[in-house]
């Protein structure tokens, strides 16, 4: 009788126990994926690596080092010359930057970053398709840059945030305080 009363007592001991381990599990878990759900929905940048050819420039020594002032200039030409792009267009209200992170010879191919941001939840991001078409109308097809630009050769996808940070930061900016902005930028 009395072993009795004592399993049972250590039985709803156990019980509880288990009750709560699963409790605190599924406290746990509901808490991450409130967590993650919310840094999802709160994740307004989207970044876009890209590349274009342009024919009428021939490739220079000075290209290859991102600190030479031959880069610097061309790249920062060309950053001007994408955010006009952009700005005049129906992405304006979510253009955010450009940055040219490497230059390759053939004539001239320029590797570059986009970055966008929405300030509005739920508001979408512009797909490649979109980004592709306004630089092929505003951009490859302007009259205001002495650029001959490949129309064919633009080439853009969607990156992530830490595949952004990593490529940016593997280069000198040619714009001076301009990867201070990038690295405070959160990044998963
Ligand atoms: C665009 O991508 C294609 C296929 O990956 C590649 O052959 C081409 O060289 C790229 N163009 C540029 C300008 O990088
Ligand atoms: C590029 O180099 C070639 C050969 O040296 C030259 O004929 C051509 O004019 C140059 N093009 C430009 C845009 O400077
Ligand atoms: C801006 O867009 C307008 C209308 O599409 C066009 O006429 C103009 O040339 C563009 N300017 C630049 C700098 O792209
Ligand atoms: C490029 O510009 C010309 C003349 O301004 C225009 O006729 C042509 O449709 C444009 N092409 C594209 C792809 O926007």
Request: net charge neutral.
């Amino acid at each position: 009788m009395k072993s009795s009363v004592f399993w049972k007592i250590k039985l709803a001991s156990i019980i509880l126990i288990v009750f709560l381990v699963v409790a605190a599990a599924v406290i746990v878990t509901t808490v991450l994926l409130l967590g993650i759900k919310s840094s999802a929905s709160n994740s307004t940048i989207q970044y876009y690596d890209g590349s274009f050819r342009i024919l009428n420039l021939n490739y220079t020594n000075d290209y290859k080092d991102d600190s030479s002032s031959g880069y610097k200039l061309l790249a920062t030409q060309l950053q001007g010359l994408l955010t006009s792009t952009f700005e005049n267009s129906s992405l304006k209200s979510q253009y955010t930057k450009c940055e040219v992170i490497n230059l390759r010879p053939g004539s001239v191919i320029v590797d570059f970053v986009l970055q966008f941001t929405t300030t509005n939840q739920g508001t979408t991001f512009p797909t490649t398709d979109l980004v592709h078409k306004i630089f092929i109308e505003n951009f490859a097809n302007s009259s205001w840059s002495s650029f001959m630009v490949d129309a064919g050769s633009f080439n853009i996808s969607s990156i992530s945030g830490s595949d952004a940070y990593n490529l940016l930061n593997n280069v000198i900016s040619a714009t001076a305080g301009y990867n201070n902005e990038y690295s405070n930028t959160p990044h998963k």
